[in-house]
T-cell receptor
Framework: GEEVAQTPKHLVRGEGQKAKLYCAPI?????VFWYQQVLKNEFKFLIS????????ETGMPKERFSAKCLPNSPCSLEIQATKLEDSAVYFC???????????FGQGTRLTVV | GQSLEQPSEVTAVEGAIVQINCTYQTSGFYGLSWYQQHDGGAPTFLSYNGLDGLEETGRFSSFLSRSDSYGYLLLQELQMKDSASYFCAASGYNQGGKLIFGQGTELSVKP
């Protein structure tokens, strides 16, 4: 597709429940990124992929967060045992190369109650 | 650590020119990008500086000075629709396109 598609738009989970977010990058883009934005402030980098391989996961709280980008499937970000502080908008972005501009999806708003 | 500083908010009137500054401290700095975000929606790419100097794209220009670790976004002929948040973001060598963002500057354009 010509745009980064994220689903769902909104997600509400009780504390301790699992949350799974999906992202379909733009076709032909090799790099996929996940960012977390809390209260419209800065974007915190979580993880990046080059094709289906993890490139950089230095931003991931590894004990509860995991992500995948498998061939012929949307990429996914999963949060096990959500906490109140995980409430944020999660943006996925993709780019053609490591030096090209990144195109962002509309985000998934996760609310943990 | 890596950090980018930009003003939290700026106000200007329609038709005016506004400059949003960004200073950075990042290791292995490669380039500076600017993104616009309306009402918490999808950030959209505005401009990129990989080299020192001015890049012009229509009403928007961006400037970079590596020696000063400083850049700015210049918006000319402001329109009401330019009211949004503007983020500077740094990329680094061998970082695979990862962006480190500033806190964002909320621009309000008044009639």
């Amino acid at each position: 597709g010509e745009e980064v598609a994220q689903t769902p738009k909104h997600l509400v989970r009780g504390e301790g429940q699992k949350a799974k977010l999906y992202c379909a990058p733009i076709k032909g883009h090799s790099y996929v990124f996940w960012y977390q934005q809390v209260l419209k402030n800065e974007f915190k980098f979580l993880i990046s992929f080059q094709n289906e391989n993890v490139f950089d996961e230095t931003g991931m709280p590894k004990e509860r967060f995991s992500a995948k980008c498998l061939p012929n499937s949307p990429c996914s970000l999963e949060i096990q045992a959500t906490k109140l502080e995980d409430s944020a908008v999660y943006f996925c972005a993709s780019s053609q190369s490591s030096v090209a501009e990144a195109f962002f999806g509309q985000g998934t708003r996760l609310t943990v109650v | 650590g890596q950090s980018l500083e930009q003003p939290s908010e700026v106000t200007a009137v329609e038709g005016a020119i506004v400059q949003i500054n960004c200073t950075y401290q990042t290791s292995g700095f490669y380039g500076l990008s600017w993104y616009q975000q309306h009402d918490g929606g999808a950030p959209t790419f505005l401009s990129y500086n990989g080299l020192d100097g001015l890049e012009e794209t229509g009403r928007f220009s961006s400037f970079l000075s590596r020696s000063d670790s400083y850049g700015y976004l210049l918006l000319q002929e402001l329109q009401m629709k330019d009211s949004a948040s503007y983020f500077c973001a740094a990329s680094g060598y061998n970082q695979g396109g990862k962006l480190i963002f500033g806190q964002g500057t909320e621009l309000s354009v008044k009639p």
